[in-house]
C-alpha cells in the first residue's frame, strides 16, 4: 500500500493546496549529479531562507498594524473629531478581527494549505488599509480595521506554524524567531514613517508588505509536513528536497515524518472529546497558556499607547521616544534569533518574564512616586526618566523571550493531526487577551498609570512560575521527536 493511501484510507479526493508547489524545483532536482556537497549545504541554507524572508512579510504586516495607532492617535481624534473610546475602540478592532481571523485559521491552513492561508489573508489586509485611508468617519475606520484584523489573525497563526515546518532541526529556533523579529520590524516602521507622512498616506503605505507577499508565495513551496498528511508523496518530497537542497540525502527525514503521519490519526479532523488524552491536553494547555499570558502581561498596551505613556511621564518628544522604543525592541529581539538555538527557549522565557516583573515594578512604582511630588521638583523629573527607563527595559526584556517564544513553542509542540484546531483555539486566546488589554489599556492608564503597570507586573511574576513548572525544553529535538515526548 502506498503513503498515499495509508494517509488517506484509499479516498481518492484528496484536498489540493490552493497553491500548487510547482514544478520549479523539480526540474531542477534532476540536474543534482553536477553539484558537489558544499555547494549543496549552500544552496540548503539559501532556499530556507530565502522562503523565510517571503513570509516574513505576513508579520511585517501584522507589526505595522500594531504599531500604527500609537502615531496616529493625535491626527486621527483631531481630523474625525474622535473621543478617547472611539479611539480605543478603533485600536482594538483589530484584535476583534483577528479573534475571527484566528477561528478560521487552522481550518483555512489545513484545508488549503499555508500558501493558500497566506494569499487569502493578504487580501483582506489591502481591502483594510485602503478603507482607512479613505476614512471620512469612523465607520469606515472601524471597518477597514476589522478586516486587517482578520488577515492578521489568519497571518498569527500560519506564518510560525509554516516556519517551523520548513526549517531544518538546527536552525528552527533561530528561523521561527524571524516571525516575531519581522513583527518588531513592522512595528518600528510604523512609528518612523509615521513621524514624517499623514495618518492616511501611512495607511496607504500599509499595503506594502501584502502587495509583495502575494506574488512571492508563487516562487516558495508548500510544507512538505502538511503535503505528507495529504498523502501527496511526490509534492511532498520534491518539496523537502528542495528546501534541504538538491544534493543532500532527505531519506531519513522523509521516514520519520512518514512515520510521525502513519502514527498520528488517519482522519483530518479529532473529536473534542479526545482532546482529554495527555498527548493533547497538555500540549495545547502550555500552547494557550503561553499565547494568553504573553498579551495579559500587557506588552500591546505599552506599545499602542506608548506616545501617551512617554507623554505622561513628562518626555516632550513622545513620537520619537516611542521610535526609539521600536528600534530598540528590533534590536533585542534579533538577539532572540541568535540566542534561542543556543540557550534554549525555556532558558530565554525565565529570562524574560523575570526581567519584565522587575522592570514592571520599576515603572509602577516610578508613577506612585510621581504622585506624591509637586511637578516643579527635580524628584519629579527623575521618577518620570526612571519610568521611561522601565518601559524601555520591560520592551526589551519582552524581546528576549516572551515575545518571539511563545509562537515558536505552539508551532513546535501541537500534534499534526490536532495543529488546526488547536493552533486557531491558542491563537484565538492570544488575540482575545490581546483585545482585551488593548481595549482597556488607554482607560486604565487614565484611571491610574502606576496601578495598570502594578497589575502587569503580577501577570508577569505568575508567567515565570508558569514556564518554570509546566514548558518544556525543545531546542536540539525533531518535531516528530517532540510531539512524540507527549504519549
Not at 110 to 117: F, L, Q
Not at 187 to 204: D, E, H, Q, S
Not at 269 to 284: D, G, M, N, Q
Amino acid at each position: 500500500m502506498s503513503f498515499r493511501e495509508e494517509s488517506d484510507d484509499g479516498r481518492g479526493d484528496l484536498r489540493k493546496p490552493f497553491l500548487h508547489t510547482g514544478s520549479w524545483y523539480r526540474m531542477s532536482s534532476r540536474q543534482s549529479s553536477m553539484m558537489g556537497s558544499s555547494q549543496a549545504i549552500r544552496e540548503s541554507s539559501i532556499s530556507v531562507v530565502a522562503v523565510v524572508l517571503i513570509v516574513a512579510l505576513g508579520p511585517i504586516q501584522f507589526g505595522f498594524t500594531s504599531g500604527y495607532s500609537s502615531p496616529t492617535q493625535t491626527s486621527i481624534t483631531e481630523d474625525l473629531g474622535l473621543t478617547v473610546s472611539e479611539f480605543s475602540w478603533f485600536g482594538s478592532l483589530s484584535n476583534v478581527g483577528a479573534m475571527v481571523g484566528a477561528i478560521a485559521s487552522g481550518q483555512i491552513a489545513e484545508y488549503i494549505g499555508r500558501k493558500g492561508s497566506l494569499m487569502i489573508a493578504a487580501i483582506p489586509n489591502i481591502i483594510g488599509w485602503l478603507a482607512i485611508s479613505f476614512a471620512k468617519d469612523s465607520s469606515f475606520l472601524y471597518m477597514g480595521r476589522l478586516l486587517e484584523g482578520f488577515g492578521v489573525g489568519i497571518i498569527s497563526y500560519t506564518v510560525p506554524v509554516y516556519i517551523a515546518e520548513i526549517a531544518p532541526q538546527n536552525l528552527r529556533g533561530a528561523l521561527g524567531s524571524v516571525n516575531q523579529l519581522s513583527v518588531t520590524i513592522g512595528i518600528m516602521l510604523a512609528y518612523l514613517l509615521g513621524l514624517f507622512v499623514p495618518w492616511r498616506i501611512l495607511a496607504v503605505l500599509g499595503i506594502l508588505p501584502c502587495t509583495i507577499l502575494i506574488p512571492g508565495l508563487f516562487f516558495i513551496p508548500e510544507s512538505p509536513r502538511w503535503l505528507a498528511k495529504m498523502g501527496m508523496t511526490e509534492d511532498f518530497e520534491a518539496s523537502l528536497q528542495v528546501l534541504r537542497g538538491f544534493d543532500t540525502d532527505i531519506s531519513v527525514e522523509v521516514n520519520e515524518i512518514k512515520r510521525s503521519v502513519a502514527s498520528s490519526s488517519r482522519r483530518t479532523t479529532i473529536r473534542f472529546a479526545e482532546l482529554k488524552r495527555r498527548r493533547y491536553y497538555f500540549p495545547l494547555t502550555i500552547g494557550i497558556g503561553l499565547l494568553l499570558l504573553q498579551q495579559l502581561s500587557g506588552i500591546n498596551g505599552v506599545l499602542f499607547y506608548s506616545s501617551t505613556i512617554f507623554a505622561s511621564a513628562g518626555v516632550t518628544s513622545s513620537n520619537i521616544a516611542t521610535f526609539g522604543l521600536g528600534a530598540v525592541q528590533v534590536i533585542a529581539t534579533g538577539i532572540t534569533t541568535w540566542l534561542v538555538d543556543r540557550a534554549g527557549r525555556r532558558l530565554l522565557l525565565i529570562i524574560s518574564t523575570s526581567g519584565m516583573t522587575v522592570s514592571l515594578l520599576i515603572v509602577a512604582v516610578s508613577f506612585f512616586a510621581k504622585g506624591f511630588v509637586s511637578e516643579d521638583s527635580s524628584l519629579h523629573s527623575i521618577f518620570a526618566i526612571i519610568s521611561v527607563v522601565g518601559v524601555v527595559a520591560m520592551v526589551v526584556t519582552f524581546s528576549l523571550g516572551l515575545g518571539a517564544i511563545p509562537w515558536l513553542i505552539m508551532s513546535e509542540i501541537l500534534p499534526i493531526n490536532i495543529k488546526g484546531l488547536a493552533g486557531s483555539v491558542a491563537t484565538l486566546a492570544n488575540w482575545f487577551s490581546c483585545w482585551l488589554v488593548t481595549m482597556t489599556a488607554n482607560l486604565l492608564l487614565t484611571w491610574s498609570s502606576g496601578g495598570t503597570f502594578t497589575i502587569y507586573m503580577l501577570i508577569c511574576a505568575f508567567t515565570t512560575v508558569f514556564v518554570t513548572l509546566w514548558v518544556p525544553e525543545t531546542k536540539g529535538r525533531t518535531l516528530e521527536e517532540i510531539q512524540g515526548s507527549f504519549r
